[in-house]
């Protein structure tokens, strides 16, 4: 991660404590004190945005921070950084909003970004500052597995010792699609039934999935991808649709200055026991003849979503 110079990260800081203490909704009193809570970027270290944490004296909610979130993008670089050091169970938290948020919206960004599968719940609580009601939420991300989060970061580690990274961009993703149709076999079991067991077929989608247990569906395969990508410093993110007509998840990953999609469930042959390489590293502007996006966002909508996020200005 490269990381601006002080002077400049000063003043950018400087800059927004002088604009953010004039509209902070959260009232200076004697009874409370703030302290910057910073959201710095995912890639260059550039600071993104301002909140405020307020440690509560006599509130009900003894002992947790009260957020204050200006848009969507707060809430997303927040929760980013808790899922980086996240071990077990749900990510609980409470914030202030400085307009409605659409949930619906988030959860479809935060299934493109996150490494782990799960969904956001908003609770609206009140609380008294000062006398005055003031409407705040509680935050819960909850998990949609049970998997061993340190289990999957050990063997993500072993997984990234084997990529020989003195190779080009396109050679160091091929070895991470070979070592995936290597190491893993698609879960036709669970797919069949997933109607049938929704717990087990969020088990099969999950990266724990695949690069530990070495049998998972479409979204574990483009969730274990995107984790062993991210690591290795390439932006990446999953998207979701349908591909030969059934429903499909696979990623966009940004190298050479443009981004790529990337299919490693559909590339795994399994009855030859080998790689395909049809679906490796195309071009956004080349559609996919099977592959739709039919779930929510358009490829236009996703580009945007992952140029903001990791800061690109372009494609």
């Known amino acids: 991660m490269g990381y601006p110079n002080r002077k400049k990260q000063f003043l950018s800081l400087l800059c927004l404590l002088l604009l953010t203490s004039c509209t902070t909704i959260i ?10 809570f910073l959201a710095v970027h995912k890639r ?23 957020l204050f979130f200006n848009d969507q993008w707060d809430l997303i670089y927040y929760l980013d950084q808790k899922l980086s050091v996240y071990n077990s169970g749900p990510i609980t938290f409470y914030g202030i909003l400085s307009k409605e948020l659409d949930l619906n919206m988030v959860n479809l960004y935060l299934e493109a970004l996150m490494p782990l599968n799960g969904h956001l719940t908003q609770t609206p609580l ?24 340190k289990t999957l970061n050990q063997e993500v580690d072993r997984f990234l010792k084997k990529i020989d990274m003195t190779q080009s961009d396109r050679e160091i993703l091929k070895q991470v699609h070979d070592l995936l149709i290597e190491s893993v076999i698609y879960d036709t079991g669970t797919y069949l ?31 274990a991808f995107a984790i062993l990508a991210d690591k290795l410093g390439y932006p990446v993110i999953t998207i979701r649709g349908s591909a030969k007509g059934v429903d499909h998840v696979w990623n966009l990953v940004y190298i050479e200055n443009q981004w790529y999609q990337m299919d490693v469930t559909l590339d795994d042959n399994d009855v030859l026991q080998q790689a395909d390489y049809q679906y490796f590293l195309i071009p956004v502007h080349k559609n996919l003849a099977d592959h739709v996006l039919d779930y929510g966002l358009t490829m236009s909508e996703y580009l945007a979503l992952a140029n903001q996020f990791y800061g690109l200005n372009n494609h």
């Open 27 to 36: 009232h200076p009193s004697s009874h409370f004190t703030s302290r910057p």
């Open 126 to 149: 009140a609380i008294n500052i000062d006398g005055q009601a003031t409407l705040i939420y509680q935050f819960e991300f909850v998990r949609h597995d049970n998997d061993d989060q």
């Open 44 to 66: 260059s270290g550039e600071v993104l945005h301002l909140a405020y944490e307020t440690p509560s004296l006599n509130w009900q909610l003894v002992s947790n921070p009260i």
């Open 193 to 223: 039934l997933r109607s049938e067991d929704n717990a087990k077929s969020w088990q099969a989608s999950s990266p724990y999935a695949a690069l530990v247990a070495g049998q998972a569906m479409c979204t574990g395969y483009a969730k």
